[in-house]
């Protein structure tokens, strides 16, 4: 199976910035697109970022501009650098991947735990 472990969260305020960061372990064949999703209290989860293989990303119209998605598909890591920070960017963040298990191949898609920001007015 796959593991995503995120980190980087924390607290800052309003204009601030933070880089999250997800690495995936376990394993893997390969990974395909990995993203950003969050979740705000009461708020369904919503996509913020993705980024294939290539280096093709897209992203949500609120953070564009002020979000940037990359990877390092030598670690299976991703990032998301997060600048001029809102509060309503608030949300628990979690990582998404699509990929291929070693020996069976078989193609899942994985979560990880989420990593909690908070941006103070």
């Known amino acids: 199976q796959v593991e995503l472990v995120e980190s980087g969260g924390g607290l800052v305020q309003a204009g601030g910035s933070l880089r999250l960061s997800c690495a995936a372990s376990g394993s893997i064949f390969r990974i395909y697109t990995m993203g950003w999703y969050r979740q705000a209290p009461g708020k369904q989860r919503e996509l913020v970022a993705t980024?294939?293989?290539?280096?093709?990303?897209n992203y949500v119209d609120s953070v564009k501009g002020r979000f940037t998605i990359s990877r390092d598909n030598s670690r299976n890591t991703v990032y998301l650098q997060m600048n001029s920070l809102k509060p309503e960017d608030t949300a628990v963040y979690y990582c998404?991947?699509?990929?291929?298990?070693?020996?069976?191949?078989?193609?899942?898609?994985?979560w990880g735990q989420g990593t909690q920001v908070t941006v103070s007015s």
């Open positions: 998404n991947a699509d990929a291929k298990v070693l020996y069976t191949y078989e193609q899942n898609n994985y």
């Open positions: 980024i294939t293989t290539g280096g093709a990303t």
